[in-house]
């Protein structure tokens, strides 16, 4: 009996390792933008507890130097903050992308796997006609033998 042998086998092993390498870009890339969100929350962070301070400095006289020194770095973390948006933004455009080659890669790879399946149960189907053949022959020939050898004992006898 032979085995079963899918022809399309290694462009299916092409597609699972293409797929893979897909999951390993895409994964980069959600890593590029949760690296990004987490330095936003940073900065957004040194927001915060830079207001916290000022509100504890500003109790009592107004120094100009300390809020011209506050209003800088205020600008500098504006700048960060909106240079990181963008940054965020192409991050995500970019994860977008690799998500879609992910999921076409993954469709094409099912489509093989399919393809095997259907060949596979066709393989099994032809196997067992072919074992039902096999036994309906063998039945035969073990009826038309037990009948003959009843021919020849009845003429014997």
Same mark, same amino acid.
């Given at each position: ?79 960060? %903050?909106?240079?990181?948006? $963008?940054? @965020? #933004?192409?991050?995500?455009? /970019?994860?977008?992308? &690799?998500?879609? +080659? *992910?999921?076409?890669?993954?469709? %094409?790879?099912?489509?093989? $796997?399919? @393809? #095997?399946?259907?060949?596979? /149960?066709?393989?099994? &189907?032809?196997? +067992? *006609? ?28």
């Amino acid at each position: 009996m032979k085995k079963f042998r899918f022809r399309l086998e290694r462009i299916l092993q092409l597609k699972s390792h293409a797929e893979k390498e897909k999951q390993k870009n895409y994964g980069l890339a959600v890593s590029k933008v949760v690296d990004q969100q987490t330095a936003l929350a940073g900065i957004d962070d040194s927001r915060r507890s830079l207001q916290d301070t000022q509100r504890q400095r500003l109790s009592g006289a107004l120094d100009t130097s300390m809020m011209s020194v506050f209003s800088r770095y205020y600008l500098l973390l504006k700048k960060k %903050e909106i240079g990181g948006r $963008e940054l @965020l #933004k192409a991050y995500e455009k /970019e994860q977008e992308k &690799k998500r879609i +080659e *992910l999921v076409e890669a993954t469709r %094409e790879k099912k489509t093989y $796997e399919k @393809l #095997k399946e259907r060949k596979f /149960e066709a393989y099994n &189907k032809e196997t +067992e *006609l072919s074992i039902q053949k096999e036994q309906d022959e063998m039945a035969s020939q073990m009826l038309q033998y037990k009948r003959s050898s009843r021919e020849l004992s009845g003429a014997s006898g």
